[in-house]
């Protein structure tokens, strides 16, 4: 079993920055595709990025590529999305994921609790 806790969210201007981290237990962490996906009010839940099991390769949608970069720290069982450049349309709780190396929610096994992220104009 894996259990996901997600910190670092709140309240910030446009053009802003904000970084998420998830905390991870579990003695199989370091298996698993850990990845952020989103939900806004009245929208569908939306992959933002991924981290491969090693750190070495990760892929980012097409609205947040070249603003937020995610990353990994096995040791620490941890996974970073650093948001930078925010904007309005990026306001939605984020939730941190673990599971296969997909953009698919459900190729994700286990789910953090969500912490949201609001972005005012």
């Known amino acids: 079993q894996v259990q996901l806790v997600e910190s670092g969210g709140g309240f910030v201007q446009a053009g802003g920055s904000l970084r998420l981290s998830c905390a991870a237990s579990?003695?199989?962490?370091?298996?698993?595709?850990k990845a952020w996906f989103r939900q806004a009010p009245g929208k569908e839940r939306e992959f933002v990025a991924r981290?491969?099991?090693?750190?070495?390769?990760?892929r980012y949608s097409d609205s947040v590529r070249g603003r937020f970069t995610i990353s990994r720290d096995n040791a620490q069982n941890m996974v970073v999305l650093q948001m930078n450049s925010l904007k309005p349309d990026d306001t939605a709780v984020y939730y941190c994921?673990?599971?296969?190396?997909?953009?698919?929610?459900?190729?994700?096994?286990?789910w953090g609790q969500g912490t949201q992220v609001t972005v005012s104009s």
């Open positions: 579990g003695r199989t962490f370091s298996y698993f595709t």
């Open positions: 981290v491969s099991p090693n750190g070495e390769s990760a």
């Open positions: 994921a673990a599971g296969s190396w997909s953009s698919d929610a459900k190729e994700y096994r286990f």
